[in-house]
Nanobody, 124 residues
Framework: VQLVESGGGSVQTGGSLKLSCEGSGFMYRETCMGWFRQAPGKGRERVATINTLDTTMYEDSVVGRFHVSRDTTENRVYLEMNRLKVEDSGMYYC???????????????????WGHGTQVTVSS
């Protein structure tokens, strides 16, 4: 399993970024996909997930600003981030897991497969 994130960068408050995660080595359409982030000195935080029925869930602070989607033809999952805030800064990671077929609820811990991350920096 390989996950490769891209699309991070530096923006000012209120700006937008779209992260991409390309996956390979697994049955993409049968897998939970998640986006997580980690700020310096803080623990990893779950940001958004999408299940095999394209049902999405979000961390409270990003509701209405972030949108997660997947393109099964290209084995990619995206995180579109709008109205970015300084507190959105951090390393963003893509994660995947089939959870032994239990993919209806993807808002959960225990993802086994991770990318190396892409840095997002939001400045005021």
């Amino acid at each position: 399993v390989q996950l490769v994130e891209s699309g991070g960068g530096s923006v000012q408050t209120g700006g937008s970024l779209k992260l991409s995660c390309e996956g390979s080595g697994f049955m993409y359409r049968e897998t939970c996909m998640g986006w997580f982030r980690q700020a310096p000195g803080k623990g990893r935080e779950r940001v958004a997930t999408i299940n095999t029925l394209d049902t999405t869930m979000y961390e409270d602070s990003v509701v209405g600003r972030f949108h997660v989607s997947r393109d099964t033809t290209e084995n990619r999952v995206y995180l579109e981030m709008n109205r970015l805030k300084v507190e959105d800064s951090g390393m963003y990671y893509c994660a995947a897991d089939g959870f032994n077929g239990q993919t209806d609820i993807c808002w959960r811990d225990g993802y086994r497969f991770w990318g190396h991350g892409t840095q997002v920096t939001v400045s005021s």
